[in-house]
């Protein structure tokens, strides 16, 4: 069975904690993402196990972490455009309000036998 807690590393290799044990100035993805935040290329510096050892969430210096990136007016352009076309039809060419089914690559309406 692992070591739940090897706060230096040494029988690990890897400072471990457990579950919310975790010290200050440290954070899980989720919650750098929650704090506006991302790991900024750093990688995880310890990990917090839970469930006997089975499930594993690493930890990121939060004085490394640096602001979450924006998509720019362009990106958001290119995504707008990628959406559009998952809704409309190949063979009507009509904007439909769902995405186009990729099984059958047209909307219900042109579908043969109708919606499936």
Same mark, same amino acid.
């Given at each position: 069975?692992?070591?739940?807690?090897?706060?230096?590393?040494?029988?690990?290799? +890897?400072?471990? +904690?457990? +579950?919310?044990?975790?010290?200050?100035?440290?954070?899980?993805?989720?919650?750098?993402?929650?704090?506006?935040?991302?790991?900024?290329?750093?990688? &995880?510096?310890?990990?917090?196990?839970?469930?006997?050892?089975?499930?594993?969430?690493?930890?990121?210096?939060?004085?490394?972490?640096? &602001?979450?990136?924006?998509?720019? &007016?362009?990106?958001?352009?290119?995504?707008?455009?990628?959406?559009?076309?998952?809704?409309?039809?190949?063979?009507?060419?009509?904007?439909?309000?769902?995405?186009?089914?990729?099984?059958?690559?047209?909307?219900?309406?042109?579908?043969?036998?109708?919606?499936?």
């Amino acid at each position: 069975m692992t070591t739940v807690y090897d706060r230096t590393g040494t029988e690990t290799g +890897f400072p471990t +904690f457990p +579950f919310r044990m975790a010290p200050d100035g440290l954070a899980t993805r989720r919650q750098l993402r929650a704090a506006g935040l991302r790991p900024g290329g750093h990688d &995880p510096v310890a990990q917090i196990l839970w469930r006997r050892g089975k499930r594993v969430a690493y930890l990121y210096r939060l004085d490394l972490a640096a &602001p979450k990136r924006t998509a720019t &007016p362009a990106q958001r352009e290119a995504i707008a455009k990628a959406l559009r076309a998952r809704r409309t039809c190949r063979h009507c060419g009509h904007l439909k309000p769902y995405y186009i089914p990729r099984r059958t690559g047209s909307c219900l309406d042109c579908t043969p036998g109708g919606a499936r």
